[in-house]
């Protein structure tokens, strides 16, 4: 059967207006700053061509944005968190919806979704654990999404961190994930959430 209209729709197929009025009516659902059709499953690789277009080359989407694209977030972040290889920098597109980064990325730290790169799980969730200020149980639980989302866990995570001692950040790395370890947080069970947070040290 041939599809009548694309996966994911933007301004350069209708106009702004028309593409807000047909959520509105229920008919599509927003991926970022693009539309797709109601029934069209939210997938990663719908998030990942959402965002695609919208990525300077050479950029890479990491911490919020990756956890967006994963599925760890429902939501996307306002303004993309992007990294650049130290080793292949480039020039940043100044944009008030990006956040830019240098940072060292080693192969593994980076996967391809169709045109987008974008940090892996297991990467996504060290720098969360290194970068965020302040680091709260809501990070913990990010954290925890998208090293469960990966298929690996708290120990395979800290065993990554202290392969990198000279990466900044570290000590704050593994302090935090024993933290967590120690705390038994979990994203089952989270009724009521509270019961799992009192008292949770994660600075």
Known sequence: M??????????????????????????????DEAFAVLG????????????APLVPDRMIVERSSALWVYGARAEAPFRHQLCMDMANRTTPHHSLRFEYRECRLERDDVLQLGALKITSHLRTAIDLLRTR?????????????VLQLGG?????????????????????????????????????????????LAGLSLH
């Open 133 to 145: 200020e302040p680091f709260a149980a809501a990070d913990a639980l990010d954290v925890l999404a």
């Open 40 to 51: 069209e499953p939210d997938s990663v690789e719908l998030r990942a061509a959402a965002l």
């Open 152 to 196: 690996s866990g708290v120990s395979e995570c800290a065993r990554c961190i202290r392969t990198q001692p000279r990466y900044p950040g570290v000590r704050r790395a593994l302090a935090r994930l024993a933290s967590i370890d120690r705390s038994g947080l979990s994203l089952s069970g989270l009724n009521p959430l509270g019961s799992q």
């Open 2 to 31: 041939t599809r009548l209209l694309p996966r994911l729709l933007d301004q350069v197929d209708l106009p702004p207006a028309e593409l807000r009025a047909a959520r509105i009516d229920g008919q599509l659902f927003a991926v």
